[in-house]
């Protein structure tokens, strides 16, 4: 199947740089950035920038007929995904890609049983740097979309279908046969840098060089590699290097979406890292006293700012 049709819902960061890059690529009606009309009212009145420049989207309410998406990604919140899948519903059709951007482990599970698990990519977009201000996004990297099926070692014609539309929009990806493990290291790597930059209120400069907030952060990852053996993805030693060059590549002064969430006063994704970890350390029996900590710490901080609001 050749993809023509794509769907974006959300714009954060990842909606934001990945729905430009694509603008410049392909006719403008065939690239939909599904919104409510109140947002989508504030982006025509204010803008999207993309590293200074405005986002040339074309935008579909959740109610507007339209053909059903070639490709439809999901850029939200974890928060948001139960209202972006009714929001997307006129988007799916019989032979829809779908790909979730966002973080954790869970997403695809939930999205594949309200649109079918037989139309879910595997995926994960590492390697960016993006810092979103209001309307306006900044990177310096723009990283990569990983994905792949499911099943470990296949490699499916969605996936291909996609690949094909990726190399034909000279957008950076990479097809993983082990999605599983790659899902999981993006896990172990968000449980540490996300928390641990909030926590210090630093950026990723503090975590690239050495330090106490990164041994923080490495060893709240080494909680989630101990986890990883009891749901049988074994995460090593190995993985935890892959992902720490991973982050060495990213702009020291750049920061991860929790820390952004923070300065801005907005609640976070805490349940959804460390809230996770403590739920299958439990399970487990498997202790997690770092990620304890940063869980403990986050959420005083937003108890405090919620406080401020009153």
């Not at 997403?107 to 309307?135: T, W």
């Not at 090593?236 to 952004?260: C, H, I, R």
């Amino acid at each position: 199947m050749e993809i023509k049709k794509v769907s974006i819902i959300g714009l954060g960061a990842l909606g934001i740089l990945f729905g430009h890059h694509l603008t410049k690529k392909m006719p403008k009606n065939d690239l939909r950035i599904i919104a409510d009309q109140d947002r989508i009212g504030r982006y025509q009145t204010d803008g999207v920038y993309c590293n200074g420049e405005r986002c040339e989207f074309h935008y579909v309410t959740p109610e507007e007929k339209c053909e059903t998406a070639d490709l439809l990604i999901f850029a939200v919140k974890y928060d948001g995904l139960e209202d972006s899948i009714q929001a997307a519903r006129n988007h799916v059709g019989e032979n829809t890609i779908i790909l979730s951007l966002l973080n954790g482990i869970s997403s695809e599970d939930v999205i594949g049983k309200a649109f079918g698990m037989d139309k879910i990519l595997y995926s994960v977009a590492q390697g960016m740097d993006a810092v979103k201000v209001g309307n306006e996004l900044t990177y310096a990297n723009k990283g990569m979309i990983c994905f792949g099926d499911r099943e470990f070692g296949v490699i499916s014609d969605k996936v291909k279908s996609v690949e094909a539309f990726f190399e034909k929009m000279e957008l950076p990806y990479q097809v993983d046969t082990d999605m599983k493990k790659r899902l999981w290291g993006k896990f172990m790597l968000n449980v540490g840098v996300n928390q641990t930059v909030a926590v210090y209120r630093s950026d990723y400069g503090e975590i690239q060089r050495e330090g106490q907030a990164r041994d923080t952060m490495i060893a709240a990852m080494r909680e989630v590699i101990a986890l990883s053996e009891k749901e049988g993805v074994h995460l090593t030693e190995a993985d935890l290097d892959y992902w720490l060059t991973v982050l060495g590549t990213l702009s020291p002064e750049g920061k991860p979406s929790m820390a952004q969430d923070v300065e801005a006063k907005r609640f976070s994704e805490v349940d959804l890292f460390s809230g996770t970890v403590l739920e299958l350390g439990k399970k487990f029996g498997i202790p997690t006293p770092v990620n304890k900590e940063l869980y403990e710490r986050i959420k005083l901080m937003e108890s405090e700012y919620e406080s401020s609001y009153f």
